[in-house]
C-alpha cells in the first residue's frame, strides 16, 4: 500500500470487519445452545392437553407381562419420539437460516465498513493533504500564504498552526535577507563607484603632484570604508554561524577595555564616558563579546550631543549602556538593529561615519551567546539605552 489512506483504510476496515465477525459468532453460538429447548418446549406446549390424555387408550392391552417394565405408556414414548424429530428439524433449519442471513448480512457489513473506513481516513488525513499542498506551492514569492486550518482543536490543527508560524517566521527571515543583500549591494557599489570616479575624472589630463596626491588620499579613504564594511559583513556572518569555542570571559574587564580604546575619540568629540563594571563571567568567544562592547560604545559616543554623556554597567543583569543623543522615536528603534538600519540618511563618507552594521553585529553575537538584546528610548532627554543578557541573568 503506498498511501497513508490506504493503511487507514485498510486498518479501520480490518478493525471494523474483525468486530462484525467475532459479534456474528458470539450471536450464532447463543443462539445455537438455547435453540433445541426453546424449539422443544413451543412444540409440546402447541400439542393439545387432550390427545396426550387420550393417546394411552389408542393403545392395546397387553395381557402378558412386559419383560422390562417401562414408566411410561407406549403411547407416550411414541409423542414424545415425534416431539423429538420435529425439535431437531425445526433446530437445523433455524440455524441454517441463521447462518445464511448472518453471511448475508456480514459481507454486506463488510462493504460498509471498508467504504465508511475509506471515507473516515479521507476526514483524517484531510489537514495532511492541505499542508503538503500549501508546502508545495509555497516559495520566495508566495511565503504570505498561511493554511489557516479550520478544524477543532487536536494535534492536526495544532501541526497546521506550527506550519503557519514557521511560514510567518520564513518570510521575515527571507525578508531580511533580500534588505540585506540589497543594502549590502548599494553600500558596497558605492565606494567603487567612487573610487572609478576619482581615477577617471582626477587623474585626467596631466595631474600635478597636489592633485596625485589628494586622489591618492580619496583613493585610500575610500579602501578603509570599503574594507570596513566588509570586515563588518564578515563579522555579521561569523556571529550568525555560532561559536566555534567557548571559554570564561569577564565581561566586566572588557568593558574597560574597550571604554579605555574608544576614550580618544570619546575625548575629540567631547563625550564623557563612565564605566559601573560589576563582576559579569560569560562562557564565549572573547573576541566577539569585545567586539559587542566595542560597538556599544562607539555607538554611544558617535550618536550623542556635544558635552554628552556615555554610562556602561556591567553586572548579574548583564551589560547595559545608556548615552544621551537626539530624542528617538520609540516606535523605530526596534529597526536598529537590522544591517544597514539607520534613524538618519547617512552622509557620503561622514568622518568616523558607520556602515549602519554595528548594532545588528551586536545582536547577532548576543544570539549566539545565547542571549538577547533590547533597546529603549530615553525619552523627553533624548538618547537610547541598550541592554544585552545572557543565560542565567534576572
Not at 52 to 64: E, S, Y
Not at 129 to 156: D, F, K, M, Q, Y
Request: with cysteine.
Amino acid at each position: 500500500m503506498r498511501s497513508e489512506r490506504a493503511r487507514l483504510t485498510a486498518l479501520y476496515g480490518g478493525l471494523l470487519v474483525l468486530a462484525g465477525a467475532l459479534l456474528t459468532a458470539v450471536v450464532y453460538l447463543l443462539v445455537q445452545q438455547g435453540l433445541y429447548a426453546s424449539i422443544s418446549t413451543a412444540v409440546t406446549t402447541a400439542v393439545p392437553a387432550k390427545e396426550l390424555k387420550d393417546l394411552p387408550t389408542a393403545v392395546p392391552r397387553q395381557t402378558a407381562a412386559p419383560a422390562s417394565p417401562s414408566p411410561l405408556p407406549p403411547g407416550v414414548v411414541q409423542g414424545l419420539a415425534v416431539t423429538r424429530t420435529l425439535s431437531d428439524a425445526a433446530e437445523h433449519a433455524a440455524l441454517n437460516r441463521l447462518l445464511a442471513v448472518s453471511v448475508i448480512v456480514f459481507c454486506a457489513y463488510a462493504v460498509l465498513s471498508i467504504a465508511l473506513a475509506w471515507w473516515m481516513a479521507g476526514r483524517v488525513l484531510r489537514p495532511v493533504a492541505v499542508i503538503t499542498e500549501t508546502a508545495r506551492r509555497l516559495s520566495g514569492e508566495n511565503l504570505h500564504e498561511r493554511i489557516a486550518l479550520e478544524a477543532p482543536p487536536g494535534e492536526l490543527k495544532q501541526l497546521a498552526d506550527t506550519f503557519d508560524g514557521m511560514l510567518g517566521r520564513m518570510e521575515q527571515l527571507v525578508s531580511a535577507q533580500q534588505r540585506f543583500a540589497a543594502n549590502a549591494a548599494h553600500e558596497l557599489r558605492t565606494p567603487v563607484a567612487v573610487q572609478r570616479a576619482a581615477a577617471e575624472i582626477g587623474l585626467a589630463g596631466e595631474p600635478d603632484a597636489g592633485k596625485v596626491a589628494r586622489i591618492r588620499a580619496k583613493l585610500i579613504a575610500v579602501a578603509d570604508d570599503s574594507e570596513r564594511i566588509i570586515e563588518g559583513l564578515l563579522l555579521l556572518a561569523a556571529s550568525e554561524q555560532g561559536l566555534e569555542r567557548q571559554e570564561p570571559v569577564a565581561v566586566h574587564e572588557v568593558a574597560r577595555e574597550a571604554v579605555g580604546a574608544l576614550a580618544g575619540e570619546a575625548e575629540e568629540r567631547g563625550v564623557t564616558v563612565t564605566v559601573h563594571a560589576g563582576p559579569l563571567t560569560v562562557p564565549g568567544d572573547a573576541v566577539l563579546l569585545d567586539r559587542l562592547l566595542h560597538n556599544l560604545v562607539a555607538n554611544g559616543i558617535r550618536h550623542n550631543v556635544p558635552h554628552g554623556r556615555v554610562e556602561v554597567r556591567t553586572g548579574p543583569d548583564g551589560i547595559t549602556v545608556s548615552n544621551t543623543g537626539p530624542e528617538i522615536p520609540p516606535d523605530t528603534v526596534h529597526v536598529l538593529f537590522e544591517p544597514f538600519r539607520r534613524l538618519t540618511q547617512r552622509h557620503r563618507h561622514a568622518p568616523g561615519e558607520g556602515a549602519g552594521l554595528g548594532m545588528s553585529i551586536v545582536a547577532a553575537i548576543a544570539r549566539a551567546h545565547g542571549g538577547t538584546t533590547a533597546a529603549y528610548a530615553n525619552g523627553e532627554g533624548g538618547g537610547l539605552t541598550v541592554r544585552v543578557t545572557f543565560p542565567g541573568d534576572p
